[in-house]
């Protein structure tokens, strides 16, 4: 099942009762949490990180709020089905911030570009010896 929507985040825990995995599609989750079209966001959010609006382009490295929903969606879909897998697709899994998010809310998969596919791989082994380190 896909997950691109916040009320599917937040149904997540009905939806996991069927679903046999969920894969959070960010770009499209992204956009309508922020309420905006990726097309005209590209015509200001460069602004916006420039001038301290923002932190960073959301649909480069994932917004905290996004980061949220996608967790509770985890929580609730998981306790509806604790095997249920889930991964991120989309450009946000090449990015290496975002993938340490990933790994921290127990994500099992991240799908990206080919081309971003090396820096993805290095950031989720990166992601998992930091918390096997960070338990000893």
Do not use: W
């Not at 937040?10 to 922020?34: K, R, V």
């Not at 985890?74 to 090449?94: F, M, S």
């Amino acid at each position: 099942t896909m997950v691109e929507l916040p009320r599917a985040c937040l149904n997540a825990g009905e939806i996991g009762q069927s679903a046999a995995f969920f894969s959070f599609g960010t770009n499209d989750l992204t956009q309508t949490t922020f309420g905006l079209s990726r097309d005209d966001a590209g015509r200001f959010l460069g602004e916006y990180t420039d001038k301290g609006i923002i932190q960073h382009d959301p649909f480069v490295t994932l917004d905290s709020a996004v980061g949220e929903l996608m967790q509770i969606a985890v929580e609730r879909g998981r306790k509806a089905r604790p095997d249920l897998k889930i991964g991120i697709c989309g450009e946000h899994g090449g990015d290496p911030e975002t993938i340490r998010f990933c790994e921290k809310i127990g994500l099992d998969y991240v799908s990206c570009s080919p081309y971003r596919a090396p820096i993805a791989r290095l950031a989720a082994a990166q992601a998992v010896l930091g918390r096997k380190l960070s338990t000893r």
